[in-house]
């Protein structure tokens, strides 16, 4: 299993960014995906989660009605629209699944978001 973040860099605050997570090694349309992050400092918290389909989403509650989790399965990708960036989306951020028999948690490598003046 592998999974590949992209999309990161330095941004304006209120500006956007697009994150992609290309997945590998597993049947991605089977599973669901998340985005986490972890800010220096902080403990890593949950961003995002989509289910397996793209039927249902869920946001923590500092990203709601800024962020969009969206996945397209042909593509084996999961990606994360940030709009409306604040200095407190600075954080490295990683895509995550659980997946394979027995279940274990896979991450990707991290991707660093920076919101900055």
């Known amino acids: 299993v592998q999974l590949v973040e992209s999309g990161g860099g330095l941004v304006q605050p209120g500006g956007s960014l697009r994150l992609s997570c290309r997945a590998s090694?597993?049947?991605?349309?089977?599973?669901?995906m998340t985005w986490y992050r972890q800010a220096p400092g902080k403990e890593r918290e949950l961003v995002a989660t989509?289910?397996?389909?793209?039927?249902?989403?869920n946001y923590a509650d500092s990203v709601k009605g800024r962020f969009t989790i969206s996945r397209d399965n042909a593509k084996n990708t999961v990606f994360l629209q940030m709009n409306s960036l604040k200095p407190e989306d600075t954080a490295v951020y990683y895509c995550k699944t659980r997946a394979g028999w027995p279940l274990r948690n896979y991450w990707g490598q991290g991707i660093q978001v920076t919101v900055s003046s």
């Open positions: 989509i289910t397996s389909a793209g039927a249902s989403t």
């Open positions: 090694g597993f049947t991605f349309s089977s599973y669901d």
